[in-house]
RNA sequence: GGAGAGGUGGCUGAGUGGUCGAAAGCGGCGGAUUGCUAAUCCGUUGUAGGGUAAUGCCCUACCCAGGGUUCGAAUCCCUGCCUCUCCGCCA
């Protein structure tokens, strides 16, 4: 959510912000629809004055036993008045509420403007691309082969966009989430074990509704849906609340599965475990001040990128181009790790900024020395998500022989394993 | 799921339909004082919206949420949500 101040000093930036993004807001009818708020507000309040003190007065006249019949009668028409334009507020409010969740974050001065992915920026790149003497295979029959993955299984249990992962597969995973979590944890990040189904308000907090309802799976007898990532639920620890402003720094990682519609994307990826309906992620998340949040977005990028080269994979940095940005997001950096089977970049990892989008969005602040209020930053980041993470092992650490050789920092976690075979 | 109780400011906890944004205590902040690791005393202490040049001032709203009754609601009525206790069910 953007202040409808900011909205109103400054309409043709916010405009010209929506359009770098590609997105629809209507700024107009939001000038006119909080125009139309404050007039009634000022009447409305000039009427609930009097009442007030006309109630005031009857309350004295009452206990002296003089008499208040008029102005009884006039405090009744005055309160039929009154309901009617608190009607009439409640109805421009909610439309105004509307259109306002509507509107995108604008995106930050360094993020490179273009309309699509074209126009992302290579920021660095880092290690190497394996070198086969024999044709690398693909996730999807080297996990068959090795019994490790099982995708009829799970288009059996679930249908298409499922995976099942068996034995050293199975193991893998949690290998690696434990060698992640453990990482971010002893550089200072809390875990936690958050819900994976959420409130409609929950989803509102950090962008998702309203914009991205179609994308996402809604359970309707309850009026509750399955988080699509772990940010969800874990900044919203921190819904409605204000908060010391010594607390700031939060720093925190959360392991959970994400489960997405993936709507839009029929025909794409559909092979393997690259764009599923399930997966599971680690996730960072930062709470923050505003004043260093954007070194705090170049940290958490470079934590991303530390679980990367722990595991020696080759990867890229990019900076989003406006138009690949996400609705609620005013920066966004992705790391794409090279996988050698399906010979192609993977985005790994989305680290974004949300600036105080979020924060306004969920009423979420902290109070400063002075005693003020203010709205910090949010940010968070794939720490990060195994369904990618996973073939990228398995095709770049294979062996001519179909064997997959265990990155070194995960055989404590492996019982030693060197080999998966 | 059934029965009962309840939801008040950072916390504890009062509150007869009118002078209650709300007693009191604790905590926090500011100050005074005492040489003894703290006590005592005084003051102050919520959030948001509107107006205004104004972090000041004025006004409005907020005692779980949403409706209703009333000139006037923390207080009465209805609905929902949540919490607690007991029963049932259950990993």
Redesign the pocket.
Known sequence: MLD??LIRENPEAIRAGAEKKNEKCDIDLILQL?EQ??VI??K???L??E??????E??KN??TGNP?EN???E??E??KK??VLDGDL?DVDAQLQIKLSWVPNMPHESAPVGKDEESNELVREWGEKPSFDFTPQAHWDLGEKLGIIDFKAAREVSGSGFYVLRGAGARLQRALISYMLDMHTDDGYEEVIVPHIVSSETMFGTGQLPKMADDMYHIESDDLWLIPTAEVPVTNLYKKQ?IDEAQLPIHLVAHTPCFRREAGAAGKDTRGMIRVHQFDKVELVKIVHPENSYAALEDLVAQAEKVLQGLQLPYRVVNLATGDLSFASAKTYDLELWSAGVDRYLEISSISIFEDFQARRMGL?Y?TA????VFPHTLNGSGVALARLIPAILENYQNADGSVTVPEVLRPYMKGAERIA
């Open positions: 409808i101040k909080d708020r404050r507000i000022r409305v309040e000039a609930k004055a009442r007030n003190r006309v109630s005031g009857i309350a009452k206990k208040a102005a009884v009668a405090m009744r005055v309160g009154i309901a409640r204000i602040r109070r002075d005693k003020k209020t």
